[in-house]
T-cell receptor, first 113, second 108 residues
């Protein structure tokens, strides 16, 4: 049982480049989300999804796009990377939104130069 | 907007001393969840509190939910080096918003 799988683990981008961070879960969880973690800022919610075909914005959505075409996958797209997007990104899933524990992936460390 | 405030931001304790982190909200919380993140790791779920005044224990960890459901605390008795990490609280409601966490350092 793999849980929540994030790829890649590390990525370096140049300003203006685009990329997709992958997230997959094999627990049949309805809820999936993306967080970024910066020193002193804790975990900030970027986007989330309560089920396939449904996405919504979190606290810091600008510069990021998501889609949820299947229950298992929730990719995060950076359209035009900026140095301010240098961060550690975590994908997390839960059975449902509201009362279920979150299961986190191992994270992606992204550096934008 | 939905927000939980966590204090302190950092805490250094001698090994064997107790440690407490607090989570506060200006609005009534539907529930409170606690997570632990080891250095270099990812957050791991510890516990969820739902009822007013609820107290739960996990070995040396004691979790409390305030009577008004606006605050919560995590208390660790007799800290050990394995307790090092950052402890986060979060409300799992319409969105899951985390506090900024309390980073615990243990001095040997």
């Amino acid at each position: 049982n793999a849980g929540v799988t994030q790829t890649p683990k590390f990525q370096v981008l140049k300003t203006g480049q685009s990329m997709t961070l992958q997230c997959a879960q094999d627990m049949n969880h309805e809820y999936m989300s993306w967080y970024r973690q910066d020193p002193g800022m804790g975990l900030r919610l970027i986007h989330y999804s309560v089920g396939a075909g449904i996405t919504d914005q979190g606290e810091v959505p600008n510069g990021y796009n998501v889609s949820r075409s299947t229950t298992e996958d929730f990719p995060l797209r950076l359209l035009s990377a900026a140095p301010s997007q240098t961060s550690v990104y975590f994908c997390a899933s839960g059975r449902v939104l509201g009362n279920s524990p979150l299961h986190f992936g191992n994270g992606t460390r992204l550096t934008v130069t | 907007g939905q927000q939980v405030m966590q204090i302190p931001q950092y805490q250094h304790v001698q090994e064997g001393e107790d440690f407490t982190t607090y989570c506060n909200s200006s609005t009534t919380l539907s529930n409170i969840q606690w997570y632990k993140q080891r250095p270099g790791g990812h957050p791991v779920f510890l516990i969820q509190l739902v009822k007013s005044g609820e107290v739960k224990k996990q070995k040396r960890l004691t979790f409390q939910f305030g009577e008004a459901k606006k605050n919560s605390s995590l208390h660790i008795t007799a800290t050990q080096t394995t307790d090092v990490g950052t402890y986060f609280c979060a409300e799992n409601g319409d969105k899951i918003i985390f506090g900024k966490g309390t980073r615990l350092h243990i001095l040997p």
